[in-house]
């Protein structure tokens, strides 16, 4: 029988030449319409928060492709190698910690609509409506669920903000499921909610509201306003506040900022922009000048040259707050209609000196007469305000995100798991889908294991809590 005939032996190659080609082309087709799909914390494939709308992000990522590439390396390939071997609990168990500052009483505060009822499935279902992402922590890794961009890097540095606190606390961290959202006003109202309390985190609350107040991504740094980690900001803005000495600084009040973000107080403020009449000088903060100039006008550290300081809330609490405090100048705080998770724990009079709404101007004088006549007491008061801050250090801000996330685990009458949608972050992820400038900031920030426990949070205390209600 004659053996049939064997195909030209140049075929063989030619058809696997082809074969790879196509599936070459098929596979970049689909890895760009499977990036397409994937959305990410850096706000890829996902639309502005409605409740609150700013510009679509726009990617600097030199081709289509190569951004496809990016987005699922970063998103499904980084987080797979890392991994998770620190030891737990890595203190010494001798190591007893001190106790929590007086205003994580709070905690039991924020999370006592649920304290009886608990927290189900239904009612963090329902909270979604408001969340632009979704935190499941199990076994010490972190998953997100992206639902909507969060404006600039908000996302990426609340995100990176939580996975260090996972390397700070190996082991010790429960497992919870919270919905987020990153703008600034609170959305929960306490009487329309009253039936039904939903649990949602965001970055301030009000009395009248049910939102959990959580610690904002300044704290790892905000790259868009060149403002680096907390750590490395108030170091600066400490070693500042000695250029002059309480005497030779300037006996005025002052503040700068940005007035045009639609705030009742800031809007008020620029009428008492007056040195002589008012005792203050308003100065406009101009973001776009600034980036031009290298942020060299903008220097925290540079601003403490005042005795006394303005804080005016923005569109809601702001990120200023901490900085002005800083300073060790008397802060003249305009009563505030937001709280953050710390500023509860000032005292009028002690820390601060407060400015009514109403005759602000008149107050702010008076507050600058009162001050350039008493002298140490001003200055007291000053100082006062710095340590305060100075005691708010990152292991603080670590330790209550700790306490406020295990309180609220205990309430969860489910086992958290992470949904299908949800993708694991980490460390690593973050420092890849970051861009550039982000990449910087977030390494600065980065946690390492921590040598002492969590402070001892204080037990209960509704009876503080009210009675500091009572002062309000
Ligand atoms: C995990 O274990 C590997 C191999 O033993 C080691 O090289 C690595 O440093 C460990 N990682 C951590 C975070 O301890
Ligand atoms: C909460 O809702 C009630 C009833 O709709 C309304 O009167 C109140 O002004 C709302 N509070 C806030 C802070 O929006
Ligand atoms: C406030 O007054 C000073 C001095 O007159 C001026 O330089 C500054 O631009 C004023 N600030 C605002 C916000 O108009
Ligand atoms: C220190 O104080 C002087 C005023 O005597 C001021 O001109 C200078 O800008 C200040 N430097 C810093 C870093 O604040």
């Known amino acids: 029988m004659a053996p049939a005939p064997r195909p030209p032996s140049h075929l063989l190659p030619s058809v696997v030449a082809i074969c790879f080609l196509s599936l070459t082309f098929l596979l970049c087709y689909k890895v760009d319409d499977f990036a397409a799909q994937t959305k990410t914390v850096a706000g890829h494939n996902l639309d502005p928060t409605p409740w609150h709308l700013f510009p679509p992000k726009t990617f600097s990522d030199e081709t289509r492709h190569a951004r496809a590439v990016k987005i699922i390396h970063c998103s499904y390939l980084t987080c797979r190698y890392a991994t998770n071997n620190a030891t737990k609990f890595p203190f010494h168990s001798a190591v007893s910690a001190p106790k929590c500052p007086e205003f994580f009483r709070w905690i039991h ?10 927290i189900s499935m239904t009612q963090l279902e329902e909270s979604q409506k408001f969340a632009a992402f979704r935190v499941v922590i199990v076994e010490g890794r972190l998953y997100v669920d992206m639902y909507y961009a969060c404006v600039q890097s908000r996302a990426i540095f609340t995100i990176w903000g939580l996975v260090q606190m996972l390397r700070r606390y190996p082991g010790m961290v429960p497992d919870v499921d919270m919905m987020f959202d990153c703008m600034d006003k609170p959305s929960i109202n306490r009487t329309e909610n009253k039936a039904m309390p939903l649990p949602l985190f965001r970055y301030c609350t009000t009395e009248a509201h ?65 040195s002589r009449m008012w005792g203050a000088q308003i100065m406009r903060q101009d973001w776009a000048q600034e980036a031009r100039d290298g942020y060299e006008q903008s220097k925290l550290s540079n601003q403490c040259n005042h005795r006394y300081k303005i804080y005016a809330e923005g569109f809601a ?79 603080t801000v670590y330790s209550y995100m700790f306490h406020l996330i295990t309180e609220y685990s205990k309430l969860q009458d489910f086992k958290p798991t992470p949904p299908p949608s949800a993708l ?37 205390g509704s009876d503080i809590i009210y009675s500091w209600l009572q002062q309000k």
Request: hydrophobic share 35%; with cysteine.
């Open 109 to 118: 505060h924020d999370l006592d609509p649920w304290a009886r009822t608990r």
């Open 210 to 274: 049910f939102d959990i107040p959580f610690p904002d991504w300044s704290f790892w740094g905000w790259p868009e306003v060149n403002l680096r980690s907390w750590r490395e900001e108030f170091e600066d803005i400490k070693k500042g506040s000695k250029n002059l000495s309480w005497f030779n600084k300037f006996p005025r009040a002052y503040w700068k900022g940005n007035p045009d973000v639609d705030s009742p107080a800031r809007e008020e403020l620029l009428k008492c922009n007056h």
């Open 317 to 395: 609490w702001s990120v200023s707050l901490k900085y002005i405090l800083s300073c060790g100048s008397m802060s003249l705080i305009i009563s505030p209609q937001y709280e953050d998770f710390f500023s509860r724990g000032l005292d009028p009079l002690k820390n601060y000196w407060p400015i009514p709404f109403t005759n602000m101007c008149e107050s702010i004088k008076h507050a600058v007469d009162w001050g350039n006549t008493h002298f140490p007491e001003a200055e007291t008061i000053g100082r006062q305000g710095q340590k305060f801050m100075e005691s708010l250090s990152m292991d």
């Open 424 to 460: 694991e972050v980490c460390t690593d992820s973050l420092l890849c889908i970051a861009d550039e400038k982000q990449m910087q900031f977030l390494e600065k920030s980065a946690a390492s294991v921590s040598s002492v426990p969590p402070c001892s949070l204080n037990r209960g």
